[in-house]
């Protein structure tokens, strides 16, 4: 399924979130806040989109493994790369001030096994992605297990906002409208785009979500609603 909809996921995630979604993974970046050598990995990272934003945050001592199972969505995030990473200019240097200096690293990995040792990492992200997983229990041990103590988790997820008007009206565009567009855009992609406000109904509350970071072993777990409740922002760390 991903596979199927990776050419247009870009543009449909910037559409469909109504652009939003770039300031989402910045907001994550933030709360996580890594320090210039931190070690990140990505995991359900799609075209790394959120990697690049931890990228843009780190120095040269610092690196970023982007990992998804789906190569079709990894592999367009290889053109972003060569984009983003400067030239170095005739005699050294170069425009690093908005640019990427870190290590980004792009792997074919499926998150529920990872093929890393304990304690690698000293951030454990996934975006989009946890709700997708086929065991959210697993998934999240295998963050934690190569995390580095100190290491957090950070998790970006859709959720339900609450609220009489607004919640209906949010019902209304993720189930009627959403599936639409996607399908207008994406033609043939009907029930990929119907997945996602499925998904999304299905996934556990945000309370539910937090019990099970710290059933895993992180502690002083946060949850920070975004945009309304649309999405959240969870950051757990390993003790
Ligand atoms: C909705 S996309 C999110 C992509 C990206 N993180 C973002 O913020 O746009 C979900 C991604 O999760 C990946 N995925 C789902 N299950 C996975 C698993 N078990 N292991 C690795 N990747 C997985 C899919 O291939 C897909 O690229």
Known sequence: MFASIAPTYDLLNTLLS??????????????????PEARVLDLCAGTAELALTFAKRLGQKGYVVASDFCWEMIELARPKLKKTIPPLKKGGGGDFTSSITCPVVLLQADALHLPFPDNTFDVASVAFGIRNVSSLNQCLKEMVRAL??????????????????????????????????????APGRLKAYSYLPASVGQFVRPEELKREMESCGLIEVQSHPLTLGIVTVYVGRRP
């Open 18 to 35: 109504l652009g939003f979604d770039a300031s989402w993974r910045q907001k994550a970046v933030e709360l996580t806040a890594p320090n």
């Open 148 to 185: 580095r103590p100190g290491g957090k988790v950070v998790i970006l997820e859709f959720s339900l906002p609450q609220g009489p008007i607004f919640g209906r009206l949010y019902n209304f565009y993720l189930n009627k409208l959403l599936p639409w567009v996607g399908n207008f855009i």
